[in-house]
């Protein structure tokens, strides 16, 4: 599944220039390009990174069912890139109880994502 494979890379580049940001942020006074909580922001930079990780790692896996594929990229891109936002924007998820219901089904997602792939796994096998 060569989608899984690029959207990892791509996401641990992600990872990567969050990083970068992390670094120059630790130095700064609090408050430094508005970021509100700099400990979110290193939890999105740690999520980019695994979960990219475990995409790249799931690309080569080539019986992996497009849908299970499709659910773990898109809920492990918005688990990442939200968790690295509340940085800016920390009451987002107790914002309204829509926004808490979209970080709850991201979460689930991926984690029923991975479980579809691992049990698919030794059903396609």
Not at 59 to 76: E, M, Q, R
Request: glycine content about 10%.
């Amino acid at each position: 599944m060569i989608f899984l494979t690029q959207a990892g890379l791509v996401l641990l580049s992600i990872g990567g220039l969050s990083g970068m940001l992390l670094y120059m942020a630790l130095d700064k006074p609090k408050g430094w390009l508005a970021i509100k909580q700099i400990a979110r922001l290193r939890q999105g930079h740690v999520d980019a990174l695994v979960i990219g990780t475990i995409l790249l790692a799931l690309g080569s896996f080539t019986a992996l069912p497009t849908a299970i594929g499709w659910t773990l990229v898109v809920s492990g891109y918005y688990t990442a890139l939200a968790t690295g936002a509340l940085a800016w924007w920390p009451d987002w998820p107790t914002h309204t109880r829509l926004a808490w219901w979209l970080d709850f089904g991201s979460l689930s997602s991926f984690a029923l994502g991975l479980t579809a792939a691992a049990v698919s796994s030794f059903v396609i096998a």
